[in-house]
Structure formats: structure tokens, C-alpha cells
């Protein structure tokens, strides 16, 4: 199956600073979604853009695809130390009605 | 309040054992997921079922079983043939599949030594 792979794997910053992380992928998506995960929790949804969409917004949250790089980005802006967790991006690039998830991206805000 | 309910959160088995852990969901969703996360990697899918009574195997379903009998439910059994089982493992289900969000449940983890 395809798999998400987001870059940098891991983001240290202050608080109140953007935090940007990329997310790249092998084949052909029908959508893309990015999911948050605090230590020891299950999954959130964040935000799904569909591959006829270019960028989508979402509170502080906002994504661009671009499906000719086959790439994402996931840019938090005015950091807090709540926004401390994982970041996944996910791409039903495998097909047959499943979402293949990448590594992550672990993001530190320091208050 | 909607949601998917895994438990426990913390299972201990000794090796040899197989060992079933519960999902049960009240979102009235047709897919439901089970996925297994390993320290710092990403979530790997092991079966997945988009309608009752109907699962399909993930990328490493060696070693675990399902069952989908009722919408609400799909327990996994991971079984003695499953060489390292010791992980977080996380269920998910969705309205329609890859293309509506996926809701999580808050994991379960465990561990056989």
C-alpha cells in the first residue's frame, strides 16, 4: 500500500510561531487527510482535502495539495503548547476503501 | 455522546495466549479499522470491514483475526501465531470508508512477555 511520508519527523518551537510540516505520497489520491495524536491517545481528525482541492482552511490550521508533487502541507499558525503531538498525514492511495498513514511528524511547542 | 469505546487500555498476556480486544461504536458507521502503531512509526492496517458480516485482511493480518457480526462491533483476536504482538493498537471507523474521516478510539495497549 501507498504511505503518507511527512517531513521533518520532528519540530521543536515556541510558542506562538508557525509550525509548517510536508507530507508526500506515491500514486494517484482520491483525498488526503491529516489527523493529530496526543501521547497514549487515538487519532483526530484535522482536516481532509480532496485531490480536485487546493488548499483548505480549518481554525489555525491550514493545508495545501499540490497533486502534481504528489505533496501536502499542514501549516499550524500562532503555535501553542496544546498544539504538542504527533501529526499524521493519510492518502487512500491504496485503495479498495483504506487509508495508509504515514510515520508522523512530532511537533513540541515550548510555552 | 458518539463514539468508539476500545477497552481495556492496558492488557497484559503471557506468550501463547490469545488474547481479543474489544471495539464497539454508536456512530452508526459501516467501516470500521483496526490498526496497530509501534513506537514512533506511523499506523499500520491490519483488516478493515466495510459492512457487516464482511472483513477484509490489511497489510499484516498474519497472526490476528476478526469477526463483524453486529454494525456495532469488531472485536480483534491477535493470536499466538502472531510473532511480536506487543504494540498499541488502535480502532477506527468511518461513515463510508477512505473518503469520510476516520473517528478513533483511544487504543488499547499490549503487552505479552
Known amino acids: 500500500s501507498q504511505q503518507g511520508e511527512e517531513d521533518p519527523q520532528a519540530l521543536s518551537i515556541q510558542e506562538g510561531e508557525n509550525a509548517t510540516m510536508n507530507c508526500s505520497y506515491k500514486?494517484?489520491?482520491?483525498?488526503l487527510q491529516w489527523y493529530r495524536q496526543n501521547s497514549g491517545r487515538g487519532l483526530v481528525h484535522l482536516i481532509l482535502?480532496?485531490?480536485?482541492?487546493r488548499e483548505k482552511h480549518s481554525g489555525r490550521l491550514r493545508v495545501t495539495l499540490d497533486t502534481s508533487k504528489k505533496s501536502s502541507s499542514l501549516l499550524i499558525t500562532a503555535s501553542r503548547a496544546a498544539d504538542t503531538a504527533s501529526y499524521f498525514c493519510a492518502t487512500d492511495a491504496g485503495g479498495n476503501n483504506r487509508l495508509a498513514f504515514g510515520k508522523g511528524n512530532q511537533v513540541v511547542v515550548i510555552p | 455522546d458518539g463514539g468508539i469505546t476500545q477497552s481495556p487500555k492496558y492488557l497484559f498476556r503471557k506468550e501463547g495466549q490469545n488474547v481479543t480486544l474489544s471495539c464497539e461504536q454508536n456512530l452508526n458507521h459501516d467501516a470500521m479499522y483496526w490498526y496497530r502503531q509501534d513506537p514512533g512509526q506511523g499506523l499500520r492496517l491490519i483488516y478493515y470491514?466495510?459492512?457487516?458480516?464482511?472483513?477484509q485482511k490489511g497489510d499484516i493480518a498474519e497472526g490476528y483475526s476478526v469477526s463483524r457480526e453486529k454494525k456495532e462491533s469488531f472485536p480483534l483476536t491477535v493470536t499466538s501465531a502472531q510473532k511480536n504482538p506487543t504494540a498499541f493498537y488502535l480502532c477506527?471507523?468511518?461513515?463510508?470508508?477512505?473518503?469520510?474521516?476516520?473517528?478513533f478510539g483511544n487504543g488499547t495497549r499490549l503487552t505479552v512477555t
Open positions: 470491514s466495510q459492512i457487516v458480516n464482511d472483513f
Open positions: 500514486t494517484s489520491i482520491n483525498n
Open positions: 477506527a471507523s468511518s461513515i463510508t470508508g477512505a473518503n469520510s474521516p476516520l473517528h
Open positions: 482535502i480532496r485531490s480536485n482541492e
